[in-house]
Each structure stands twice: as C-alpha cells, then as structure tokens.
Nanobody
Framework: VQLQAFGGGFVQAGGSLRLSCAAS????????MGWFRQAPGKEREFVAA????????YFADSVKGRFTISRDNAKNTVYLQMNSLKAEDTAVYYC??????????????WGQGTQLTVSS
C-alpha cells in the first residue's frame, strides 16, 4: 500500500500549484482520499477529502474557496489544486487513504509528503 505525493515547490503568495498523489496497493476507486499538511513545529492537520466516487468533497475552513480536490480513478491519482496561496500554507503535504468510501470515514496510511513553500 503506497502513496507518493509530488508537485510541491516554491511559490509566491497569491500563486497557484497543483499537487498529485499516486496510489497503489489497493483498489483506489473503493476508498475516499484525503490531503493533510504539517507545518514546522505544528501538528499534522486535515486539508481536504474526496469520496471514492469523487462526488463529495470536504475542506478545512482555512483552505475553503482556495483549494479544490479531485481524483482520477483510472489513473489511481488524487489531486489538490491550490490557488491564492498564502505564506501560512507552507507545509509538507501528505495524501492519505480513507478508511472507507466516504469523506467521513477517517483517514490513515499516509504516504510520503511533498514540501510547499510560499514566499510572502
């Protein structure tokens, strides 16, 4: 069971970036997927989630209206489109398997993260 996030980098405040997460080891289309982040000195926090079909999404208040989450079940990949980036979005971003098909199922099995740095 593997998850590999990529697409991070350095972005100026106000810019955009798209993260991707490639999944393997499970039937991807059966599981909700989530994005989390961890900033230096802080605990990991929830960012966004998407149901197994992609029909339902859920966002943390801090990113609502700026970030979108999507998935391509044919490619076993989940995406996080980040717009209007702020310095406080700087963190290592991780994707995670859902425990079920719903965004409310909870998440675990985080993969390797990708660093996003937003310069103000």
């Amino acid at each position: 069971v593997q998850l590999q996030a990529f697409g991070g980098g350095f972005v100026q405040a106000g810019g955009s970036l798209r993260l991707s997460c490639a999944a393997s080891g499970r039937t991807f289309s059966n599981y909700a997927m989530g994005w989390f982040r961890q900033a230096p000195g802080k605990e990991r926090e929830f960012v966004a989630a998407i149901s197994s079909s992609g029909g339902s999404t859920y966002f943390a208040d801090s990113v609502k209206g700026r970030f979108t989450i999507s998935r391509d079940n044919a490619k076993n990949t989940v995406y996080l489109q980040m717009n209007s980036l702020k310095a406080e979005d700087t963190a290592v971003y991780y994707c995670a398997w859902g425990w079920g098909d719903s965004v409310n199922a909870g998440f675990g099995s985080w993969g390797q993260g990708t660093q996003l740095t937003v310069s103000s």
